[in-house]
């Protein structure tokens, strides 16, 4: 069973998991680390990124789920910015303008994986294309799977390779600043940061 299974098996913790409710952490970040489970480690750093996550249990959860980030932010009958021609149609019930317009009020995509190490968001040319981050819009909706969090970029790279052994996807990168409004020091400039809503479908 996965750690979020454990997190998020009782009723009560039900509730609170699909408002994106988190365990307590480690109470610093500078603390020595831990031999923890991939998944617990993924959710931390995310976490500490200022990503908000959404953990469904069922596919039928993961449109609640959305219903409700459209909800919050007031994103209805809202052109999105959306190059998956399969999410377009996993989600035509939301009577939303999706367009390669990268205009629109957010970006909704898949990834490639989801990284332990650093919480960050493995993304390539099968999500955006060739585009560069920073033409895209400052928020993002991100669906993935359990099964995408691996440990680090160097796995990241080998699954990328082997998924795609005729043609190797372009514009490899990753995003892991999820914090708008976060003061950046000398290490984080030239990187983008986008709010963003990752949700999270249970299929361990």
């Known amino acids: 069973m996965s750690l979020f299974k454990k997190i998020f098996s009782s009723s009560s913790s039900k509730s609170d998991a699909k408002k994106g409710a988190l365990p307590e952490e480690p109470s610093s970040r500078y603390m020595p680390e831990m031999n923890l489970p991939i998944d617990e480690r993924f959710m931390i750093n995310f976490k500490q990124n200022g990503g908000k996550f959404l953990y469904c249990d069922q596919t039928t959860e993961v449109q609640e789920a959305f219903d409700n980030i459209l909800l919050e932010n007031d994103w209805y009958e809202k052109n999105v910015c959306c190059f998956d021609k399969s999410?377009?149609?996993?989600?035509?019930?939301?009577?939303?303008?999706?367009?390669?317009?990268?205009?629109?009020?957010?970006?909704?995509?898949?990834?490639?994986?989801?990284?332990?190490?650093?919480?960050?968001?493995?993304?390539?040319?099968?999500?955006?294309?060739?585009?560069?981050?920073?033409?895209?819009?400052?928020?993002?909706?991100?669906?993935?799977?359990?099964?995408?969090?691996?440990?680090?970029?160097?796995?990241?790279?080998?699954?990328?390779?082997?998924?795609?052994?005729?043609?190797?996807?372009?514009?490899?990168?990753?995003?892991?600043?999820?914090?708008?409004?976060?003061?950046?020091?000398?290490?984080?400039?030239?990187?983008?940061?986008?709010?963003?809503?990752?949700?999270?479908?249970?299929?361990?």
């Open 87 to 204: 999410l377009q149609h996993k989600f035509d019930g939301f009577n939303l303008q999706f367009s390669p317009n990268t205009h629109g009020e957010f970006f909704f995509a898949t990834c490639e994986y989801l990284i332990a190490d650093s919480g960050a968001i493995l993304i390539s040319s099968n999500q955006i294309k060739e585009k560069k981050l920073t033409e895209l819009p400052d928020n993002f909706v991100i669906l993935a799977s359990t099964s995408q969090i691996i440990k680090d970029i160097s796995a990241g790279l080998k699954g990328i390779k082997q998924k795609n052994k005729n043609t190797i996807p372009t514009n490899i990168t990753t995003i892991k600043n999820f914090e708008t409004q976060k003061e950046k020091d000398f290490l984080s400039y030239g990187s983008s940061t986008k709010n963003l809503y990752l949700l999270l479908l249970e299929d361990l």
